[in-house]
């Protein structure tokens, strides 16, 4: 980078907010009884009924299980939960929203204040958190033979229309693309631990991001901004971002193109773009919406919910960070082992089983490397074989028993208990795996000696290689399943006492 360019840059320091969405898991929609689970090969409109289409006259009443899960969030993001939450309409026209209005929440969200940490090149950053509040998800649109300006016709499904939805709002805390990246991470990882959130579901996580370029000089040191200067600065808010990889690619195209704007002396419109995924660009949408255009209105329909003592009330449990520390003082793990043992709940509570059994650090071998790199080699995940840890769990007690070897064990009988779904005991016996009894092994070493006086004479002229190769001839004639170890005692003990006698 040329000097001047390098100046330039640090001329103007980059200020990005996220507004996520983030669908919430639950068997029912927010306002209806409605399905959220599609079907394999579900028709459109199926899982509709009168209000999640906004028919006249419908009324919607509030899913349980829905708040409930925002005020799990809200107490994951060690955030205030309101003691009375309400709803609002959110007035604007698409044809995803047949009412003409999204119900959602204005002044009284059900959690504010609220912070995430994450870490950024081991530089430890807090992230605070606005609001969060719960909302209905429109339905979806299919532009029939290309994108919204070249398809012949749209096709509207309202079968996603009112899943539950929790909008995250964070305040303007991020200060380059890559810390939007972490965030997004560990906001993940933080939802799937409280088991509302399934990151693989299409849609499931859906990020609005703002950005703006302030001048490096209104940086304090610590790195905060006066609110002045946040609210004079002219931001575009990206939309259609539905992945940390694409956020951290869309910012960083929209801070490009807004310095490049800057320099070549032009303003920054506040303006609404959309992240053209394939294309990898940003695309001027509309004027900025303001608040004032949504015309927001208390939702009639629906009562304040008194929620003062949820918070007490519904418990989540240890959270990623804390199981990581206690994983590495608990069990003695390095930072890497307790970061991949607890990248996913399911992975850390069946750690946790495996630990209680045999010793920690073989468990944390077995788990983290033998496991999940199998699974990973596979592209598939520990939530691919959650029925069957059990038989994962035998496979380690017959390696530990010394029924089979540890080498078999991982390369035979697990790889084909992933490929073929059959049981541990199927493949050892179909496969002749079972580790050799003693009495094998002492023919096998009695005939190993005697077809190899060679090698034995260079075993006692101290030749290092030679006991190796006896045992590679033992381990042969025992097609693998003996001990290594074991034959290597036995060895050297039969060729101790063939020497003395
Ligand atoms: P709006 O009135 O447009 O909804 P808000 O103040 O509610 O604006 O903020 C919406 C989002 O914009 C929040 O995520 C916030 O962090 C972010 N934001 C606010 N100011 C800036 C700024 N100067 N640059 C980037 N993002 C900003
Ligand atoms: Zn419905
Ligand atoms: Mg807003």
Not at 55 to 60: C, D, I, K, T, W
Not at 122 to 139: M, N, Q, T, W
Request: overall charge negative; glycine content about 8%; proline content about 4%.
């Amino acid at each position: 980078m040329s000097t001047q360019a390098s100046a330039e840059r640090a001329d103007l320091a980059v200020v990005i907010g996220l507004e996520v969405h983030v669908q919430l898991e639950t068997d029912t929609k927010i306002f209806c009884g409605c399905s959220t689970t599609a079907k394999e090969d579900e028709a459109p409109n199926s899982r509709t009924c009168p209000v999640c289409l906004g028919l006249p006259g419908a009324l919607p009443a509030v899913n349980e299980a829905a708040v409930e899960a925002a005020v799990r969030v809200g107490k994951a993001l060690d955030a205030e939960i309101a003691p009375e939450t309400r709803f609002h309409r959110k007035n604007y026209f698409y044809p995803d929203l047949p009412k003409n209005f999204q119900i959602s929440q204005y002044d009284a969200p059900i959690c504010r204040d609220g912070s995430i940490e994450v870490s950024v090149e081991g530089e430890r950053r807090e992230v605070v958190i606005r609001r969060a509040h719960l909302e209905e998800d429109p339905g979806s649109i299919v532009h029939a033979g290309g994108s919204i300006d070249t398809a012949d016709y749209t096709l509207v499904d309202y079968n996603r229309a009112g899943t539950p939805l929790m909008e995250i709002v964070t305040e303007p805390d991020f200060r380059s693309p890559d810390e939007t990246r972490a965030f997004l991470a560990k906001l993940e990882e933080v939802l799937e631990y409280l088991s509302i959130f399934d990151g693989g579901r299409d849609g499931s996580l859906r990020i609005d991001a703002n950005v703006s370029l302030v001048p490096a000089t209104e940086v304090a040191d610590d790195g905060t901004i006066d609110k002045e200067t946040l609210a004079a600065a002219n931001r575009t808010e990206v939309k259609n971002i539905s992945s940390h990889k694409g956020a951290e690619k869309a910012l960083a195209y929209e801070v490009t193109r807004q310095r490049n704007a800057i320099k070549r002396g032009r303003a920054i419109d506040q303006e609404t773009r959309h992240w053209d995924e394939s294309r990898g660009i940003t695309v001027s949408m509309r004027a900025k919406e303001e608040e004032k255009d949504y015309r927001y209105f208390d939702e009639a329909d629906i009562p304040p919910l008194q929620v003062a003592d949820w918070r007490e009330r519904l418990s989540i449990p240890e959270l990623p960070d804390a199981r990581r520390e206690r994983f590495r003082e608990e069990y003695g793990l390095d930072n890497e082992a307790a970061a991949k043992l607890t990248s996913t709940k399911q992975v850390a509570d069946f750690y946790e089983d495996v630990a209680g059994e045999f010793d920690p650090g073989l468990a944390a071998t077995w788990v983290a490397d033998v496991l999940l790199g199998e699974l990973n080699y596979r592209d598939m995940g520990v939530a691919d074989v959650a029925d069957r840890l059990g038989e994962v769990v035998t496979l380690i007690r017959l390696v530990d028993k010394e029924e089979i070897t540890r080498k078999n064990a991982e390369e035979q009988v697990l790889r084909s208990m992933l490929d073929e779904g059959v049981d541990p005991e199927t493949v050892i016996e179909r496969e002749g795996l079972g580790t050799a009894d003693e009495d094998e092994v002492v023919v096998a070493v009695r005939e190993a000696i005697d077809a190899n006086p060679g090698a034995v004479a260079d075993y006692h002229d101290g030749e290092d290689g030679a006991l190796n190769y006896l045992v590679g001839q033992v381990m042969g004639a025992t097609g693998g399943t003996a001990d290594p170890g074991t034959v290597n005692e036995r060895l050297r003990a039969t060729l101790a006492e063939a020497n003395e006698g």
